[in-house]
């Protein structure tokens, strides 16, 4: 008796298809999937513990705020995917207006959300971050 189709350990008959073949395509990070984006907050508040990670009513956003309170991180939760999910932001102070801000939209893939995220939420030695005095 010979097996034939997807049976478990079969043996192939001369009417069976070729297998298709496994190929990987690279795309630029642009183009990839969005990314899992609560993933990626618990993933960076795992790595970071200088981060506090607070959920604010109603429920529909998660804020990151650095033990500094000069760098936060915003993410909205079930947005569209062209909507603005993330809203990152740096001030000179805790009590300052903000000096810079970056969003990225809900459709923001994996490679790119994770590059930014560590570019911009990690203090670098003369962020107001990391030092006690005021900046001119």
Same mark, same amino acid.
């Given at each position: /008796?010979?097996?034939?189709?997807?049976?478990?350990?079969? #043996? *192939?008959?001369?009417?069976?298809?070729?297998?298709?073949?496994?190929? !990987? +395509?690279?795309?630029?990070? %642009?183009?990839?999937?969005? *990314?899992?984006?609560?993933?990626? $907050?618990? +993933?960076? #508040?795992?790595?970071?513990?200088?981060?506090?990670?607070?959920?604010?009513?109603?429920?529909? *956003?998660?804020?990151?705020?650095?033990?500094?309170?000069?760098?936060?991180? +915003? $993410?909205?939760? +079930?947005?569209?995917? =062209?909507?603005?999910?993330?809203?990152?932001?740096? %001030?000179? !102070?805790?009590?300052?207006? =903000? /000096?810079?801000?970056?969003?990225?939209?809900?459709? *923001?893939?994996?490679?790119?959300?994770?590059?930014?995220? !560590?570019?911009? $939420?990690?203090? %670098?030695?003369?962020?107001?971050?990391? !030092?006690?005095?005021?900046?001119?």
């Amino acid at each position: /008796m010979i097996l034939i189709g997807s049976q478990a350990g079969a #043996v *192939a008959g001369p009417l069976d298809p070729e297998p298709a073949a496994r190929r !990987t +395509e690279m795309v630029p990070a %642009y183009a990839a999937s969005p *990314a899992d984006h609560d993933a990626a $907050l618990d +993933e960076f #508040v795992a790595e970071h513990d200088d981060w506090e990670k607070r959920r604010i009513w109603p429920d529909d *956003a998660t804020h990151l705020i650095h033990e500094s309170q000069t760098l936060r991180a +915003e $993410l909205v939760h +079930e947005t569209d995917p =062209r909507g603005t999910a993330w809203t990152f932001a740096a %001030y000179e !102070t805790p009590v300052s207006g =903000r /000096m810079w801000r970056l969003t990225l939209t809900g459709a *923001a893939p994996a490679p790119v959300l994770k590059s930014l995220r !560590t570019a911009v $939420l990690v203090p %670098y030695p003369s962020s107001p971050a990391c !030092t006690s005095r005021v900046r001119p």
